[in-house]
Nanobody, 128 residues
Framework: DVQLVESGGGSVLAGGSLRLSCAASGAANRDYRGYCMGWFRQTPGKEREGVARMMTGYSNGEFYADSVQGRFTIWWDNAKTTLRLEMSSLKVEDTAMYFC??????WGCGLGGNQYHFWGQGTQVTVS
């Protein structure tokens, strides 16, 4: 099974930036081509929200929620088998626990959390 470990969360002032990382391990031959990978976030009492997703090995395979379009960038660091989320122009409403997720297929790759098989433990982002 694939294991995912997030890092990079923290506290930041509104308008600031953070980079989240999600280190992936467990894939055969460290080959993550053809994976659907995404970032999600959740705050207490609210449903989990898909933030961004991408398909590894595809150009222009990124998709973002309207709430973060133009401010967040998702990308895959193949050398380090790590999924990144670059967040800028952060808003108070971006405060949440952020999770990365993955599955070994790009078919129907979207922002629905139920599509993903592997999840990290989460990293907290607080914007004030």
């Amino acid at each position: 099974d694939v294991q995912l470990v997030e890092s990079g969360g923290g506290s930041v002032l509104a308008g600031g930036s953070l980079r989240l990382s999600c280190a992936a391990s467990g894939a055969a031959n460290r080959d993550y081509r053809g994976y659907c990978m995404g970032w999600f976030r959740q705050t207490p009492g609210k449903e989990r929200e898909g933030v961004a997703r991408m398909m590894t090995g595809y150009s222009n395979g990124e998709f973002y929620a309207d709430s973060v379009q133009g401010r967040f960038t998702i990308w895959w660091d193949n050398a380090k088998t790590t999924l990144r989320l670059e967040m800028s122009s952060l808003k108070v409403e971006d405060t949440a626990m952020y999770f990365c997720a993955a599955r070994s297929s790009t078919w129907g790759c979207g922002l629905g959390g139920n599509q993903y098989h592997f999840w990290g433990q989460g990293t907290q982002v607080t914007v004030s």
